[in-house]
């Protein structure tokens, strides 16, 4: 089947198998390897994207229920060589080790930011709690949210 | 594997009558894991994210219509989480922000998970499910519409369109145990509605049977209440926890509601 869906402002059209997930899609159909796979069952949050400005598991939306919908990926952040500040943030905090969560988080941390401009530590752990780190003991992560808020 | 995507509820209708064999997809958060792991391969998906029909919640003469369609993120603000606070308490539960922006009432009654987390509060308020399919509508009890693990009535031809409930604005709380607060499936769960008006305590509980259970007593048995709550369990040991901890869990969570709703 065929899908037509905008990603990071760009009309994309792509093939799809009936079964895949919008993750599949953006990595293997549209060559967005930003977004990671990892568990592929909504558990890790390391391929968050933004579904019409919502927060998703793209492991978890079918490729055709994106179809005519808006997507933003981690690619869509930076201006051209200049990073999100959210992206600015976590490469000062150092909140970046191997850097396999780092999509996920810096989208769901955008995410966070544009509803709740200065988050407490708590809200911050709500918010984040659907994505996973196995480097950074996650200190780094609230420093860098906290730098983002403040940037 | 096909994948229609209408936008209607009659559409959505005639689809399923015509492929009693596809399985609907709302948020996909139950169906895309067995997709990805390959537990499931359906001939056909009826993706129901374009029907207006089954988003969002109404009023109805003093009831609230919850759309099938309806997510945990909107049952958790404004002014339905006023009307039905145990639901929004129990919705904050469900997984993480991602899951909760994409998860429905409507997929949590189609798995029909005992640990479903929506059903507890919805069974303690009364809830009743509208099915409709291309031959009429029935509404179902929620208690008749769960039958087994992962089991509940519907036909093959039959959607899911809301749960209707008449919230009581009792006080009431859901509870939960697992092992941390995000992300976790309950090893029991327990909705406690201390109905004032009526003169009844009623308490769902959730993962200590092979259904959601209600179990209701009048306001002054309030002393043997959490022993009938445990003594209405079926629990099983596995994974999460066992048997004799539900037991011994659900004891303490009724206790503790009933301290929280009656204080
Ligand atoms: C990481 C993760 C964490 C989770 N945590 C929790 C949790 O804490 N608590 C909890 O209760 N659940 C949890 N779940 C399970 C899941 O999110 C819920 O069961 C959710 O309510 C499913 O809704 P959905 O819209 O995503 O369903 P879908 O996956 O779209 O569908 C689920 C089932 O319902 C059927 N269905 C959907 N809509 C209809 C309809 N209108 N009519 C008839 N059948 C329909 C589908 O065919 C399918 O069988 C979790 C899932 C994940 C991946
Ligand atoms: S790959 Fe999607 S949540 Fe882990
Ligand atoms: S930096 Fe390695 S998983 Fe987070």
Same mark, same amino acid.
């Given at each position: ?26 990595? $293997? ?10 568990? $592929? ?7 968050? &994207?933004?579904?019409?400005? &919502?927060?998703?598991?793209?492991? %978890?939306? %079918? ?6 919908? &808006? ?41 966070? %930011? ?38 | ?22 399985? *609907? ?65 129990? !919705? ?28 507890? @509060? ?39 369109? !809301?749960?209707?409930?008449? @919230? !009581? ?16 499936? !309950? ?17 769902? *509980? ?17 002393? =043997? *209440? @959490? ?6 369990? =079926? ?29």
């Amino acid at each position: 089947m065929k899908i037509a869906l905008t990603v990071n402002g760009e009309c994309r059209e792509t093939e799809a198998w009936g079964g895949e997930s919008l993750l599949y899609v953006l990595r $293997e159909r549209l060559g967005l390897l930003g977004s990671k796979n990892a568990c $592929e069952q909504g558990e890790c949050g390391s391929c968050s &994207v933004l579904l019409d400005g &919502v927060l998703v598991c793209a492991c %978890l939306v %079918l490729g055709a229920q994106a179809d005519g919908h &808006v997507v933003t990926t981690v690619e869509g952040l930076a201006d051209g060589d200049r990073l999100h500040r959210v992206q600015e943030a976590y490469v000062q905090a150092g909140a970046v080790q191997c850097g396999f969560c780092t999509p996920g988080l810096v989208v769901a941390t955008v995410d966070l %930011l544009e509803s709740n401009p200065s988050p407490s530590d708590d809200e911050i752990r709500e918010a984040l709690s659907g994505n996973l780190c196995r480097c950074t003991g996650y200190a780094k992560i609230f420093d860098a949210v906290h730098r983002a808020a403040m940037s | 594997m096909d994948v229609v995507t209408p936008r209607t509820l009659d559409e959505a209708l005639c689809l399923k009558a015509e492929l009693p064999q596809a399985r *609907f997809l709302q948020g996909g958060t139950d169906v895309l894991v067995e997709l990805n792991f390959d537990r499931s391969r359906p001939p056909a998906l009826v993706n129901l994210n374009e029907v207006a029909e089954l988003r969002g919640w109404s009023r109805e003469n003093g009831a609230l219509l919850l759309g099938a369609g309806l997510t945990y993120a909107e049952a958790m603000r404004g002014a339905l989480a006023d009307e039905m606070p145990a639901l929004a308490e129990a !919705s904050r539960t469900v997984g993480s922000p991602q899951i909760r922006n994409r998860g429905t009432i409507g997929g949590n009654l189609g798995t029909a998970s005992p640990a479903g987390d929506a059903l507890p @509060p919805l069974l303690a308020e009364g809830a009743v499910v509208l099915v409709a399919s291309v031959r009429g509508e029935r509404r179902i009890p929620l208690d008749a519409f769960l039958v087994g693990v992962k089991r509940n009535v519907l036909e093959p031809d039959e959607i899911i369109v !809301s749960v209707r409930v008449e @919230p !009581s604005r009792a006080p009431q709380t859901f509870m939960k145990v697992g092992p941390r607060n995000a992300m976790v499936i !309950s090893v029991c769960s327990l909705a406690l509605h201390a109905d004032l008006a009526r003169g009844e305590l009623r308490a769902a *509980f959730g993962s200590a049977a092979p259904t959601v259970r209600l179990v209701s007593a009048p306001l002054d048995a309030r002393e =043997s *209440f @959490p022993d009938l709550v445990a003594g209405a369990a =079926s629990p099983i040991d596995d994974v999460r926890g066992t048997a004799a901890y539900r037991r011994h869990a659900l004891r303490v969570l009724a206790g503790r509601a009933l301290e929280r709703c009656l204080a």
